[in-house]
């Protein structure tokens, strides 16, 4: 028995440095291979393991019809210099969504909304009268795709929904667990009170959306221009002004831990004016949230949020 065990241990530790294409090959040796290498031990060992070659993904819009969408991923490596060769694309792989059978001009909005692990969210919209969104995650690895769900409005008392919806995708780092965020405006029908009711999906058991709650804010509406950033277990967004009136409220950063699945505000670094809020952009850079002023190409500065103990630390 220990010999088998030392045997297993030194084919684990090959297994989890092979990419994702070898290990699906892998799966047809034997049922007991296949089931290794599915494990939630081994996959998350693997997604550890350190690699040289990071991959980018590119999506885009081939074509599109009244009743399908198809999407092509594209997945680019580096040269050794650190820059995209772009002569090179590994893997093109389209993917074919089809919706309702609608009458009339369809109108498609297709948009990439984060990634996580290699994992892909696309949010589709499809027409004007109906501008309820379906989410679909993707493993280009793999080929596989799954619809997550279009998301339905839901009534709140004295409240009028705005028809936007804001999804985000990311992990919880205490679990594991994949999770989508789906987040519904509303505004009071006799004031400019606004608040967020906010619902999530955990990706493992394929549960129904939970209601995690409703957050209140002044004037203002999670912004529809900027997808949402997924870094250090949160999911981050900025808001934006839901009326000219209400000018002097000012652009927040807010997040949501995937873990608690509260809601937070995040302080703005020092240096950050208001004036300048249209040019600035969120991303993730090495699992940390960071902020960027995109007019200042080609020297742009990048500012990372470091937490300790909660203690947020712009640098």
């Known amino acids: 028995m220990a010999k088998w065990g030392n045997e297993d241990l030194v084919k684990d530790e090959i297994l989890q440095h092979l990419p994702v294409k070898s290990l699906i090959r892998f799966k047809s040796v034997s049922k007991q291979w296949r089931s290794m290498i599915e494990s939630t031990y081994f996959v998350r060992k693997h997604l550890v393991c350190p690699f040289s070659n990071p991959k980018i993904v590119v999506g885009s819009r081939t074509h599109d019809d009244d009743n399908s969408l198809t999407i092509l991923l594209e997945t680019f490596s580096r040269d050794h210099q650190g820059e995209i060769d772009t002569q090179i694309s590994r893997s093109p792989c389209s993917y074919i969504f089809h919706g309702p059978r609608t009458v009339g001009p369809t109108i498609t909005i297709c948009k990439v909304i984060g990634s996580c692990d290699g994992l892909v969210c696309i949010q589709e919209l499809r027409n004007r009268k109906n501008l309820e969104p379906s989410v679909y995650i993707i493993n280009p690895a793999t080929r596989e795709h799954r619809k997550l769900y279009p998301t339905q409005l839901q009534h709140v008392p004295d409240f009028m929904p705005l028809l936007l919806f804001c999804i985000g995708f990311g992990k919880d780092i205490v679990t594991g667990t994949y999770k989508t965020i789906n987040i519904n405006c509303y505004k009071r029908l006799d004031e400019h009170a606004m608040l967020l009711k906010t619902s999530v999906l955990n990706l493992d058991n394929g549960s129904e959306q939970r209601q995690i709650g409703v957050f209140p804010v002044s004037n203002m509406e999670i912004s529809n221009e900027q997808t949402s950033v997924f ?85």
């Open 231 to 315: 870094a250090n277990g949160s999911v981050f967004w900025l808001t934006q002004r839901y009326h000219k009136s209400s000018s002097k409220t000012p652009i927040k950063l807010v997040a949501l831990d995937l873990h608690t699945e509260t809601f937070s505000r995040v302080s703005w670094p020092s240096w950050y004016d208001e004036q300048h809020s249209h040019k600035m952009r969120l991303c993730s850079l090495k699992d940390r949230l960071c902020l960027s002023n995109v007019l200042q190409y080609p020297d742009v500065d990048v500012w990372s949020l470091k937490m300790e103990d909660s203690i947020e630390k712009w640098e």
